[in-house]
């Protein structure tokens, strides 16, 4: 589409009463919004910010007399020195400019330069049409000589210091945006960490791939899908929770490393972590293992803290200041809940395993919650007693194999066969979970009958079983190694946010009820 100035717009104007608050008077004003169009003779360049800091080279005073250039922005900030000059803030893309507008260089009659300057008010969307140029104090700015107009008018007034209440910041996102900047600052942040994880992925010759967002069947995680019809199919349809299966078929496909950068969709709480709709990012690599997974892992995190905070410190919600350096600490988690609990865990493979957890929580006076699977109470275990001390990056690994229903089981140096996973916890919080796949497709449908009792135990977030994904393995999935971030953790982590509603651009919001 042609940038440019203005033509007239057919549409009729309204006649709108607004406050300038600037000098705290009412008046009427004719709401202008023309269509944006450029005449090179009369407009000349339009330019941006950053093609403005080309003359900072200018001396003080100096103007590019040669160069007619257009500015456009929202007006700030409005300074009327005498009625003979003006001077304006306008930011444009989050970048401040300074534009001058003064009778002796106005190309128009002393009254058109009135009315030009009076139908310009705080927070209106304008047009000034100039030449670059310093100060005599040497602040770059354009000063207007041709063109000085409204392109589409503000009709309310923009508070001039920052909105605190989170209902009126998430519920009015563009008013947070004009008038908070860290806000605004947050979402840049959050596009450059995207941004560095997909050249990450890229350098390394990964495929980035898009899947399914709509499926007969939510499978990858545990937990509650949104659920939805298709009338064109007569069919229930679920959002996904998860890309893992559809990724791991593409991998069985020949496709050796992809990857996917996408949302997620999880029908369950929200809290300052978790919010319905989320972003995550999910690796698999064949051929690779979890110390792999782990170095790569280490690698990214380390690189991208040092890419967006530089020398900037990082702390967690607590407070605690957060080192990245290599390597990052690991802890073995069957051998901390042996410790922790006082007990080997050997029973986990036995048919009885989740009567004697349930008692083991009883003697050790752990408070559990239904319902009650081997699964939920080997996670609430973690929980307690040892995601509460990885404040620094840590690695749990060697999880014990009820918790990871799609990673390959092995053998551990006491004779326990644990999942080959690992999870990355910073801050206290999950960030990576990664796994070496299963790819035994008769095992695979042992997991998922396991977790289909559960799922008729009450434990609805076990997913229904995937019998599709399992015929798929039968071709043959190499050994490969899958690895998933929380996009919106990772930003929070590194942006300093505290809730997640800071670091997601329209947040879900309880809609407003009317008594």
């Not at 942040?189 to 898009?210: A, P, Q």
């Not at 929980?383 to 690695?395: H, K, L, N, R």
């Not at 996009?487 to 590194?494: G, K, M, P, S, Y």
Request: with cysteine; charged share 25%; proline share 5%.
């Amino acid at each position: 589409m042609l940038l440019g100035l203005i033509k007239r717009s057919v549409v009729p104007k309204k006649a709108l009463r607004r406050t300038f608050t600037q000098t705290a008077f009412s008046r009427n004003r004719v709401a202008s919004y023309p269509r944006f169009a450029i005449d090179p003779k009369r407009h000349g360049q339009w330019i941006t910010a950053k093609d403005l800091q080309r003359y900072q080279t200018l001396e003080k005073g100096q103007k590019a007399e040669n160069d007619l250039v257009t500015l456009t922005g929202r007006v700030i900030s409005k300074r009327e020195s005498s009625a003979k000059l003006v001077f304006y803030d306008i930011v444009q893309n989050g970048e401040t400019m300074q534009v001058v507008a003064s009778q002796q260089r106005f190309g128009g009659s002393k009254d058109e330069f009135a009315e030009n300057n009076k139908e310009l008010c705080r927070g209106d969307i304008v047009s000034f049409t100039g030449i670059p140029g310093k100060t005599n104090h040497g602040q770059l700015s354009v000063f207007v000589t041709n063109e000085m107009k409204v392109l589409s008018t503000c009709i309310q007034d923009i508070p001039r210091t920052g909105i605190k209440d989170p209902e009126k910041r998430f519920r009015a996102r563009y008013l947070d945006l004009l008038v908070n900047p860290d806000s605004a600052m947050i979402l840049r942040t959050r596009t450059k960490i995207i941004k560095y994880i997909r050249n990450f992925l890229d350098e390394r010759d990964f495929l980035e791939v898009e899947t399914p967002v709509l499926s007969g069947k939510a499978g990858g995680a545990n937990a509650k899908p949104f659920e939805t019809q298709a009338h064109a199919l007569d069919m229930s349809m679920q959002l996904r929770i998860a890309p893992e299966l559809y990724l791991k078929q593409l991998v069985i496909g020949g496709l050796d490393r992809v990857y996917e950068i996408g949302k997620q969709f999880r029908n369950e709480g929200i809290d300052a972590d978790h919010n319905p709709e989320f972003t995550t990012c999910e690796f698999y690599q064949a051929y690779g293992n979890l110390e792999s997974l782990m170095s790569d892992t280490e690698s990214l995190l380390s690189g991208l803290a040092e890419s967006i905070c530089g020398d900037k410190p990082i702390r967690s919600k607590s407070g605690d200041l957060i080192d990245f350096q290599i390597p990052f600490k690991r802890i073995n988690v069957v051998d901390r809940l042996t410790q922790e609990l006082g007990t080997p865990l050997a029973f986990l493979d036995k048919e009885d395993a989740l009567d004697q957890l349930i008692a083991l929580c009883s003697t050790r006076n752990i408070k559990l919650s239904g319902p009650l699977t081997l699964s939920r109470i080997l996670d609430k275990l973690i929980s307690e007693f040892i995601e509460p001390e990885c404040i620094q990056p840590t690695f749990l690994y060697n999880h014990p194999l009820a918790l990871s229903p799609l990673a390959k089981d092995a053998i551990d140096q006491n004779g326990q066969t644990i999942a080959a996973r690992f999870e990355l916890f910073v801050g206290g919080k999950e960030i990576v979970n990664a796994y070496e796949e299963l790819n035994d497709p008769e095992e695979q449908r042992k997991r998922f009958k396991s977790q289909l009792k559960d799922r008729n135990d009450g434990d609805l977030e076990a997913p229904i079983p995937d019998t599709d994904f399992c015929d798929a393995l039968e071709y043959a999935l190499p050994p490969t190694a899958g690895w998933g971030m929380g996009i919106d953790r990772v930003v929070q982590l590194l942006t300093g946010a505290t809730h997640i509603r800071e670091v997601l651009a329209f947040p879900v919001m309880r809609p407003i009820t009317k008594e």
